[in-house]
């Protein structure tokens, strides 16, 4: 398992506090396991609250681009390395 | 030509929608003639199966693949997600399947891609004469609800239902064949409310349907822009709460609807106020298909849409229209007016709603009590309120279990939308002398 970088931490932290995810802590947020389904379990509701943060800490409209949001909302890795490369 | 067509039956796609535009995206539009053709290759394919799982989440792909199921007298089977256990459910149920999809990262045995299908096959000779047609009563897909039982309850529709229905809808928002508008819709095809606003008035009334799925309020934004004005959003109080809330700059739209879950009032006058347009619902379920429509802003009365009419049957509602197949019954709680208006007075305490999917709350109780270690729980739904969205949370007993170990129990067994937010694990639940819980003590605790 590898460890959380610092914005993949900061975008955990943000996950959590998003979400009410309360039984959970951000440093468990395995980078590269699943957010939805079998991993963490999030759903599409969640991923319109996690947008929403996104673009108020980040600046920037997120987009899914493919159909079920899966590139970007994969893992905590993909996802932090698309807010990266979108923040303004 | 041979012998006149029936009576109770119609063609798939009515000759004076060849040449119209029935959908589109960014540069592109496909017309009746377009989808005929497409339907007609696509139809080839079909022959040594049954029922076909259309899995398509473009609404062009969609479309061509229920009418080439049916004009082949096959049953679609409406996935009630994207996710391989809803699609494994139904090829497991039904006899005979083939999975026929956009997403091109499907591949298995009886599996389509169908894009592939209509970019390379080479178009069938055809003339406008000879349109399929489809008898009224065919039943041409099944939907999916989760029921009380566990099992997936199938609700199958007819060519007149759909039909029917779509008109009926359509004109109750002022839609008609001879002023074309496009819609957006943010619903899957596979989802009634979807199936009948994006599908069947692009079928029904010749209005032209976005083909893509806009999700997130920038996708909602864009598919606006390429519509042009005066175009009719379709969507859920989710998505526009989370406009609202983005405060996303979208476009003009000449309408907005909502429907799959209650609309509060003060986010549709929000809405109404940001985006300088009527923000009107449908009311609806998968039993009957949408039956009424309110302005919220305007009206707490729901006025059925014509040829429908309701009566009262132990306070529920009971829906009488021409093409349903016997009167149908929703779970609500309701106070008629006369047989063309109601109010809504609540839901019936054991089903909710959360992201357009139905459940019912024993059930969820029973699958959290079925676990070994559990000694008490109950889960409690928390209203949509302002900002934020229904979601259900848990209170478990269960002194030797972490609360890890019961959501992931939870996560194998329902829809993530129903995944308790937060789990709280208790000393004990607030049950009453007679053993009842009451939403109230349960909400109380979840809170302290």
């Known amino acids: 398992m590898s460890e959380q ?16 995810l309360e039984d959970i802590s951000a440093a468990e947020i395995a980078p590269q396991e699943p957010l939805f389904g079998e991993g963490l379990g999030l759903d599409s509701i969640d991923a319109l609250e996690l947008a929403l943060a996104i673009s108020g800490k980040y600046g920037f409209q997120l987009k899914a681009e493919d159909e079920n949001n899966k590139a970007i909302f994969a893992t905590l890795r993909s996802l932090a390395s698309h807010i990266e490369k979108n923040r303004v | 030509m041979g012998q006149p067509p029936a009576a109770d039956s119609s063609p798939v796609v009515a000759s004076d929608l060849l040449r119209r535009p029935l959908f589109y995206h960014a540069d592109s539009v496909r017309s009746g003639s377009d ?9 080839a394919h079909l022959g040594p199966y049954e029922h076909i799982i259309n899995d398509c989440a473009d609404r062009y792909f969609f479309t061509v693949l229920l009418l080439a199921a049916a004009s082949s007298g096959k049953i679609s089977l ?10 494994d459910a139904l090829s497991s149920r039904y006899r005979n399947t083939a999975l026929v999809t956009d997403n091109a990262d499907n591949t298995g045995r009886d599996t389509i891609q169908i894009s592939k299908i209509i970019a390379t096959d080479n178009p069938p000779q055809q003339s406008a004469a000879d349109i399929p047609r489809l008898a009224d009563s065919q039943v041409i897909a099944i939907a999916f609800t989760s029921g009380s039982t566990g099992e997936p309850q199938a609700h199958p529709r007819t060519w007149r239902w759909a039909m029917q229905e779509a008109k009926a809808a359509g004109s109750a928002l002022g839609l008609d064949k001879n002023r074309p508008k496009r819609i957006v819709c943010t619903t899957p095809p596979q989802h009634m409310y979807g199936f009948v606003s994006s599908i069947f008035i692009p079928l029904a009334l010749g209005q032209a349907s976005y083909r893509g799925r806009p999700f997130f309020p920038e996708e909602i934004r864009e598919a606006l822009s390429e519509s042009g004005r005066h175009s009719l959003l379709v969507t859920t109080p989710t998505q526009i709460r989370a406009c609202v809330r983005s405060q996303a700059k979208l476009p003009r739209a000449g309408l907005i609807l909502s429907s799959a879950a209650p609309l509060d009032r003060s986010l549709a006058e929000q809405a109404e106020k940001l985006y300088l347009t009527q923000v009107v619902e449908f009311y609806g379920s998968t039993e009957t298909g949408a039956i009424a429509l309110r302005r919220p802003t305007l009206e707490s009365a729901w006025k059925c849409f014509a040829g429908i009419r309701v009566k009262p049957v132990h306070g529920e509602l009971q829906v009488h229209a021409g093409y349903l197949p016997a009167p149908a019954r929703v779970h609500d709680q309701v106070e008629i007016i006369d047989e063309r208006h109601f109010l ?52 478990v007993v269960a002194p030797g279990l972490p609360v890890k170990a019961i959501q992931s129990h939870l996560r194998k067994a329902m829809d993530a939308v129903f995944l308790p937010r937060p789990l709280k694990k208790v000393e004990a639940l607030p049950r009453t002398a007679a053993g009842k819980l009451t939403r109230k003590a349960l909400l109380a605790l979840l809170k302290s």
């Open chain 2, 35 to 43: 989808l005929l053709l497409d339907m007609l290759k696509v139809s």
């Open chain 2, 344 to 395: 809504l007075l609540g839901r019936s305490a054991d089903l909710i709603k959360i992201g357009g999917k139905r459940e019912s709350l024993a059930r969820l109780n029973s699958i959290l009590l079925a676990m070994e270690g559990v000694e008490d729980g109950a889960f409690v739904f928390t209203e949509a309120s302002g900002e934020q969205e229904p979601r259900l949370a848990a209170l």
């Open chain 1, 5 to 20: 970088t610092a914005i993949e931490q900061e975008i955990a932290q943000l996950i959590v506090d998003t979400l009410n």
């Open chain 2, 78 to 87: 409406l996935p009630a997600s994207h996710t391989e256990t809803a699609i």
